[in-house]
């Protein structure tokens, strides 16, 4: 899933000042809306930010989110021990895909 990373909300806010939308990463201005308001910010930024890392290269792709690496806490396929490197990584625009290549 996109937009997990530190780099991911340096995107966004790009994204934010590009569309010239309120900041959703600034809680001064999100108090001063109402639950209705937030959540059509908040889909509205996220939608613009799926369309927008569409023009990204694969590598920057990558680090919209967390790699397996980092997320990967223990792995049995068919009574073997698997690890991060043993999946491939492939993007969609609402999904990481990994797919474990042994």
């Known amino acids: 899933m996109p937009f997990q990373t530190e780099y991911?909300?340096?995107f966004l806010t790009n994204v934010i000042k590009e569309k010239?939308?309120?900041n959703i990463f600034d809680s001064n201005v999100m108090s001063q809306l109402n639950f209705s308001?937030?959540?059509h910010l908040i889909d509205f930024v996220y939608n613009q930010g799926?369309?927008?890392m569409n023009s990204l290269n694969e590598s920057m792709k990558k680090m919209l989110g967390h790699g397996l690496?980092?997320?990967l806490i223990d792995c049995m396929f068919n009574q073997e021990k698997c690890y991060a490197n043993d999946f491939e990584w492939s993007f969609h625009r609402l999904l990481i895909h990994l797919r474990l290549t042994k």
Do not use: G, H, M, Q
Request: hydrophobic share 40%; no cysteine.
């Open 37 to 39: 308001e937030k959540s």
């Open 20 to 22: 010239n939308v309120s």
């Open 50 to 52: 799926l369309v927008e």
């Open 8 to 10: 991911a909300v340096e």
């Open 69 to 71: 690496e980092d997320i």
